[in-house]
Structures are given as C-alpha cells and as structure tokens.
C-alpha cells in the first residue's frame, strides 16, 4: 500500500511539509510505503488545454516534472495534497498539479476509488477555502475524501509554528489513522 503526499509550498521544510509529515508517519507506522513529492518551487506551466493527454493516454503534451508526479498519483492507493494558504487560496504550483495531474486523469481514469485528503496551513484566515479547492479535485476525480476530528488545518506562520498548534496536530494525527483505517478496510 503506498501513500503519496504532494506538497505545493516552496519552504521545503515549512508548516505544509511538516503536517503532511504527520500523516505520513501514522501511515508508515501501520506499514504503508510512503512518498512526500516536492511540487512547490518546481517552474510551473498552466494546462494548454490541447487535449493531446487524451491521444496519448497518461502524458501531457507538455513535458516537465507534471508527467513524472502524475505516474506516481497513479501508482499511489492514497493521495495527500498539500498548500499553505495563499491569498485564501492554493499555491499557483498546487493548482498546476490539480489541473494538469486531474486531465490527465480525465481519459485514464487513473485515480478511480483511491483515497483522498488535502491539508492547508493557514496564519489567520482562508483555509477553509485552500482546502475546498483541493477537495475539488478530488470529488471530480471518483475519488474518496477522507476527513479527521476538524478541518485539516493548522494555524501557522513562520516554519515550525505548525508544531505549537497542538489541536493542528491530532487533527493531522487522527487523518493519518483514518486513512490507515479506510485503506485497510478497502484493500486485502
Ligand atoms: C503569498 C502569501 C500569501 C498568504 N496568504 C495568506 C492568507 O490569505 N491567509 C493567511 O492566513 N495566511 C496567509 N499566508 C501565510 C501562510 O499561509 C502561512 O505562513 C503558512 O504557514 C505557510 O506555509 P508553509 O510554511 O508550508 O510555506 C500567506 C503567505 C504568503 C507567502
């Protein structure tokens, strides 16, 4: 079983890498192989919208770090996203992954029935969007959201805030075990 987590901000080791971290230690504890993809800070380009990745099953047109990501999605049985809260939205490189990663998807099928969460630092306002957005994504995609005690959030500003939000933190902690509990439910 493999869990990968894609985080969309460019601080490697900032609150948004951090809470994936979180969740992907409960799913490692359970025996899960996990990945954590570095998209924030890659040099993005926006869907072309030329509809070549639905003659050529799986790649976009374009070819940089998106066709690599997307195989890894596709071989994940669960997928994190993560973005820290920009302007009450996602980052530009989350919302490249979500566009291009989700057409993809859009003749392959690729994400049918894996599992599904999205977590958002957030210093004051505007998670609660950064996390609908992200969701979007998954709702689309016949994929299975998966949720915790609270909203997936945690309020941070500066790197390492994350971990003085202890709330945040069993938050991150119980989706870990929820998506341990769905996977184990789902799969022999
Ligand atoms: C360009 C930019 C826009 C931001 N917009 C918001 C915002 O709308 N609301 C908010 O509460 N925090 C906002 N923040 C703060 C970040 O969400 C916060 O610092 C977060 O912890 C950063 O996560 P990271 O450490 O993973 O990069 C913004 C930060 C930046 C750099």
């Given at each position: 079983m493999k869990v990968l987590a894609v985080s969309g901000s460019p601080r490697q080791a900032g609150n948004t890498a951090r809470m994936l971290g979180t969740v992907l230690e409960v799913c490692q504890k359970a025996g899960f192989e996990t990945e954590i993809y570095q998209a924030g800070g890659k040099p993005v380009r926006g869907c072309m919208s030329c509809g070549r990745c639905f003659t050529h099953a799986g790649r976009c047109a374009i070819d940089d770090w998106i066709n690599e990501l997307y195989q890894k999605m596709a071989e994940a049985d669960a997928i994190i996203l993560g973005s820290p809260t920009y302007f009450a939205d996602l980052t530009?490189?989350?919302?490249?992954?979500?566009?291009?990663?989700?057409?993809?998807?859009?003749?392959?099928?690729a994400f049918s029935r894996k599992i599904g969460a999205a977590v958002s630092p957030v210093r004051?306002?505007?998670?609660?969007?950064?996390?609908?957005?992200?969701?979007?994504?998954f709702?689309?995609?016949d994929m299975i959201l998966v949720g915790s005690y609270y909203w997936n959030m945690s309020l941070a500003r500066d790197e390492g805030d994350y971990e003085k939000d202890g709330e945040g933190v069993e938050t991150l902690q119980r989706l870990g075990e929820n998506i341990v509990w769905l996977l184990s439910k789902t799969h022999d």
């Open positions: 530009t490189e989350m919302k490249v992954v979500i566009d291009r990663c989700g057409y993809i998807s859009r003749s392959t099928d004051r306002a505007g998670g609660i969007h950064t996390l609908d957005s992200m969701n979007h994504f709702l689309i995609s």
